[in-house]
């Protein structure tokens, strides 16, 4: 028993990047991680690179979800990573879910993304994704 | 509607069909056929379904062109010609969708669509740190009525209607369309076009708000207005219901929200002591039509039309007919469509023209082909304009107005949507209305429950999605020849055409313009102060969206989300 309450629940932030507001995918994602088990603080619209590593820090997550539908994600995704490499995050998982072209998919892991999640991606997948590859600290 | 004697006769007639067939029945692939709002179809209608549901030929459906407008808006319907063929269509830069808008005018175009980079919807310049990466992406550019006169250079505001969409600085997208237009030599008092301007679904379902919404109705109800007089013609307000149809509402919340936000407007309008008809000709819809339920979709907005008028009617004593109008310059949302088998989406589209067309609408709007795959191509977005075409001249579905009418299901579904839509918007009603239940967070979070259920439905495989959830290929390659991709160096020289633009105009009228504006702000809103006035003549010194929202972001602060997960 002592060592499931020690086990603590998988944490992700899930946000928008840049200035998009169609957060519809997200916070479809959002609850299926929720439904999943894990701990979802969803970071709202309209952050700047800056703004999502300082939530990612502050809430100690194990996950950032970036969703991205408006091809900002080539010009913010690395900027992303910069910041979060900034508070410290070197190891943090980051994800990718939106409209990404198949071409941006290996740009996107040499950026350090870990996973992309393009369209038609099924829920489960996801949470298996996460489940399998995190252990949390 | 139906002599009683006929409809006991029929009632014992329908039984005794029923008995007889029960053995079919029973080879039904479903126990029931229920729509994602609840709507349960039943196996076949009869003129029993109509009695039974109450509906009235003279109350409820009467004559195209007359009062409550479910069978059209007019009474000659498409005879006259057909709706007005849109594209949503924009991008990169001025100069460059000025080509593009060309083009497509020369393909059948009559409508420009104009799409706006996030930068602008969100009040900012190209130059402005919160624009990187976004600028000239998701549509064009365009901040400052030099942008305008550069991208509609050549095209004739007189006859090409533009509607745009960019909406917490719609007051000032509208300035920038009625100062070209002038310039050109177009008479405002007959000038067409719409903004878009609805501020209400954005802290909803499309998440581009900037300022509170109370100031931000006061710059709708202004343009309202300042438009009823000086372009009469002109649409200053669409509002819309296919975001949140897009955002994944059932059709019942989808247009129950919609005309809550409408009801929203209205009142505050009226609130401020102006007549409803003055602003009620000024008010047009964008609703969805794809061709997912497609029954469903063509009796919604004929349900939506009929509850309009009574709502102006009864509601806010509104005398014009005009006034009690749904506009429906119709639309589709890019989640209709697949990106598994691209082609297929033509035949959705095609569908959905069919919808559209078939619930009356005014202007129709399709997604493209490419749609999953990136920001469409002008090739797929010609495809559309030629699937309108081929079910306007081809199919000649404009050849009797309202053919649907008398469907036994088609008026029985009419009949029951408009029951639900009067149910939810009561609930809004009781919650105090749209804004309270906006910050309260329940129409996202209704609209979300609705998503996820449509999710697992679709994961499911309960929700047919042909080529994604069922007749997949494995072995499917199949990709657009060409997908779009921005220009990277878009950015570039919009950040430079901005400066340019700061180096060349009057400064001194600049800020002036500007001081005026923030001291007409920081009033409150009468019928002597307006903002359209300090707006315009901002916009005339060349002021940018950016300068202008900067002002009012000074003055008013910025929305705060509610959380609503």
């Given at each position: 028993?002592?060592?499931?309450?020690?086990?603590?629940?998988?944490?992700?932030?899930?946000?928008?990047?840049?200035?998009?507001?169609?957060?519809?995918?997200?916070?479809?994602?959002?609850?299926?991680?929720?439904?999943?088990?894990?701990?979802?603080?969803?970071?709202?619209?309209?952050?700047?690179?800056?703004?999502?590593?300082?939530?990612?820090?502050?809430?100690?997550?194990?996950?950032?979800?970036?969703?991205?539908?408006?091809?900002?994600?080539?010009?913010?995704?690395?900027?992303?990573?910069?910041?979060?490499?900034?508070?410290?995050?070197?190891?943090?998982?980051?994800?990718?879910?939106?409209?990404?072209?198949?071409?941006?998919?290996?740009?996107?892991?040499?950026?350090?993304?870990?996973?992309?999640?393009?369209?038609?991606?099924?829920?489960?997948?996801?949470?298996?994704?996460?489940?399998?590859h995190v252990r949390p600290a | 509607m139906f002599d009683k004697d006929f409809l006991e006769q029929l009632r014992q007639?329908?039984?005794?069909?029923?008995?007889?067939?029960?053995?079919?029945?029973?080879?039904?692939?479903?126990?029931?056929?229920?729509?994602?709002?609840?709507?349960?179809?039943?196996?076949?209608?009869?003129?029993?379904?109509?009695?039974?549901?109450?509906?009235?030929?003279?109350?409820?459906?009467?004559?195209?062109?007359?009062?409550?407008?479910?069978?059209?808006?007019?009474?000659?319907?498409?005879?006259?010609?057909?709706?007005?063929?849109?594209?949503?269509?924009?991008?990169?830069?001025?100069?460059?969708?000025?080509?593009?808008?060309?083009?497509?005018?020369?393909?059948?175009?009559?409508?420009?669509?104009?799409?706006?980079?996030?930068?602008?919807?969100?009040?900012?310049?190209?130059?402005?740190?919160?624009?990187?990466?976004?600028?000239?992406?998701?549509?064009?550019?365009l901040v400052s009525l030099r942008d305008w006169e550069i991208a509609f250079d050549g095209i004739d505001l007189g006859?090409?209607?533009?509607?745009?969409?960019?909406?917490?600085?719609?007051?000032?997208?509208?300035?920038?369309?009625?100062?070209?237009?002038?310039?050109?030599?177009?008479?405002?008092?007959?000038?067409?076009?719409?903004?878009?301007?609805?501020?209400?679904?954005?802290?909803?379902?499309?998440?581009?708000?900037?300022?509170?919404?109370?100031?931000?109705?006061?710059?709708?109800?202004?343009?309202?207005?300042?438009?009823?007089?000086?372009?009469?013609?002109?649409?200053?307000?669409?509002?819309?219901?296919?975001?949140?149809?897009?955002?994944?509402?059932?059709?019942?919340?989808?247009?129950?929200?919609?005309?809550?936000?409408?009801?929203?407007?209205?009142?505050?309008?009226?609130?401020?002591?102006?007549?409803?008809?003055?602003?009620?000709?000024?008010?047009?819809?964008?609703?969805?039509?794809?061709?997912?339920?497609?029954?469903?979709?063509?009796?919604?907005?004929?349900?939506?039309?009929?509850?309009?008028?009574?709502?102006?009617?009864?509601?806010?004593?509104?005398?014009?007919?005009?006034?009690?109008?749904?506009?429906?310059?119709?639309?589709?949302?890019?989640?209709?469509?697949?990106?598994?088998?691209?082609?297929?989406?033509?035949?959705?589209?095609?569908?959905?023209?069919?919808?559209?067309?078939?619930?009356?609408?005014?202007?129709?709007?399709?997604?493209?082909?490419?749609?999953?795959?990136?920001?469409?191509?002008?090739?797929?977005?010609?495809?559309?304009?030629?699937?309108?075409?081929?079910?306007?001249?081809?199919?000649?579905?404009?050849?009797?107005?309202?053919?649907?009418?008398?469907?036994?299901?088609?008026?029985?579904?009419?009949?029951?949507?408009?029951?639900?839509?009067?149910?939810?918007?009561?609930?809004?009603?009781?919650?105090?209305?749209?804004?309270?239940?906006?910050?309260?967070?329940?129409?996202?979070?209704?609209?979300?429950?609705?998503?996820?259920?449509?999710?697992?439905?679709?994961?499911?495989?309960?929700?047919?999605?042909?080529?994604?959830?069922?007749?997949?290929?494995?072995?499917?390659?199949?990709?657009?020849?060409?997908?779009?991709?921005?220009?990277?160096?878009?950015?570039?020289?919009?950040?430079?055409?901005?400066?340019?633009?700061?180096?060349?105009?009057?400064?001194?009228?600049?800020?002036?313009?500007?001081?005026?504006?923030?001291?007409?702000?920081?009033?409150?809103?009468?019928?002597?102060?307006?903002?359209?006035?300090?707006?315009?003549?901002?916009?005339?010194?060349?002021?940018?969206?950016?300068?202008?929202?900067?002002?009012?972001?000074?003055?008013?602060?910025?929305?705060?989300?509610?959380?609503?997960?």
């Amino acid at each position: 028993m002592g060592t499931q309450v020690a086990a603590r629940r998988i944490r992700v932030l899930l946000v928008k990047t840049g200035l998009d507001g169609h957060d519809r995918g997200v916070l479809v994602v959002a609850k299926a991680l929720s439904h999943a088990g894990m701990e979802v603080i969803y970071g709202g619209l309209h952050l700047r690179p800056g703004q999502i590593a300082k939530v990612a820090a502050e809430e100690s997550v194990d996950v950032v979800g970036l969703s991205s539908l408006s091809d900002n994600h080539r010009a913010l995704v690395p900027r992303i990573m910069e910041e979060l490499k900034k508070v410290g995050l070197d190891d943090v998982m980051v994800l990718l879910g939106g409209f990404i072209q198949d071409e941006d998919v290996p740009v996107m892991k040499a950026a350090g993304v870990a996973e992309v999640f393009g369209v038609g991606t099924r829920l489960e997948d996801i949470a298996k994704y996460i489940r399998t590859h995190v252990r949390p600290a | 509607m139906f002599d009683k004697d006929f409809l006991e006769q029929l009632r014992q007639q329908q039984a005794a069909w029923a008995a007889a067939h029960q053995g079919s029945f029973e080879q039904e692939v479903k126990k029931e056929f229920v729509s994602e709002a609840g709507i349960v179809t039943r196996r076949v209608y009869t003129p029993l379904d109509l009695a039974d549901a109450g509906v009235d030929y003279f109350e409820d459906t009467g004559f195209p062109g007359d009062f409550p407008f479910t069978r059209g808006l007019s009474p000659i319907g498409y005879r006259a010609g057909l709706w007005k063929i849109a594209q949503y269509s924009g991008q990169s830069t001025p100069e460059e969708c000025n080509q593009l808008w060309r083009d497509l005018a020369a393909a059948g175009l009559n409508t420009v669509y104009a799409a706006y980079d996030l930068p602008t919807q969100l009040g900012y310049d190209p130059d402005h740190p919160m624009a990187e990466g976004e600028v000239g992406r998701t549509g064009v550019s365009l901040v400052s009525l030099r942008d305008w006169e550069i991208a509609f250079d050549g095209i004739d505001l007189g006859k090409t209607m533009v509607s745009t969409v960019c909406n917490a600085p719609g007051a000032m997208v509208i300035a920038m369309n009625l100062l070209t237009a002038q310039k050109q030599g177009v008479d405002l008092k007959v000038l067409q076009g719409s903004s878009q301007n609805d501020v209400l679904k954005e802290y909803t379902a499309r998440g581009n708000f900037i300022f509170p919404p109370e100031p931000s109705m006061r710059l709708v109800v202004d343009a309202l207005a300042y438009c009823s007089s000086v372009a009469p013609n002109f649409y200053p307000i669409t509002v819309c219901s296919v975001h949140q149809s897009e955002f994944g509402a059932n059709h019942v919340h989808e247009v129950a929200f919609a005309l809550a936000n409408g009801i929203a407007y209205v009142e505050s309008a009226v609130n401020r002591g102006i007549d409803v008809d003055v602003i009620g000709p000024g008010i047009m819809w964008t609703t969805s039509h794809d061709h997912h339920a497609f029954f469903h979709e063509i009796a919604k907005l004929r349900a939506m039309r009929r509850l309009w008028a009574r709502i102006m009617r009864d509601r806010f004593k509104a005398r014009k007919p005009e006034s009690m109008m749904c506009r429906l310059y119709s639309s589709v949302g890019g989640t209709s469509l697949m990106k598994e088998q691209y082609l297929n989406n033509i035949a959705r589209s095609a569908l959905a023209a069919l919808a559209g067309a078939l619930a009356g609408a005014q202007r129709i709007d399709l997604r493209t082909y490419d749609e999953q795959w990136g920001i469409p191509t002008k090739d797929a977005e010609i495809t559309n304009i030629r699937c309108q075409q081929i079910v306007g001249y081809e199919c000649g579905v404009g050849e009797t107005v309202d053919p649907l009418a008398g469907s036994y299901y088609v008026e029985w579904l009419t009949k029951e949507m408009e029951g639900r839509f009067v149910e939810e918007i009561e609930k809004v009603d009781q919650m105090g209305g749209t804004l309270r239940a906006i910050e309260s967070g329940y129409i996202k979070r209704t609209m979300l429950d609705d998503a996820y259920r449509y999710q697992l439905g679709v994961e499911a495989g309960e929700i047919p999605r042909v080529g994604h959830n069922m007749f997949r290929q494995d072995d499917d390659q199949s990709r657009p020849v060409r997908v779009y991709r921005a220009d990277p160096s878009v950015e570039q020289r919009r950040i430079e055409a901005v400066k340019e633009l700061r180096r060349t105009r009057h400064d001194r009228e600049v800020s002036r313009t500007l001081k005026a504006l923030r001291a007409a702000a920081a009033e409150p809103a009468t019928s002597d102060n307006n903002l359209m006035p300090p707006i315009i003549d901002a916009v005339q010194a060349y002021a940018t969206i950016g300068e202008m929202c900067d002002v009012f972001r000074d003055v008013w602060g910025e929305f705060k989300e509610p959380k609503v997960f």
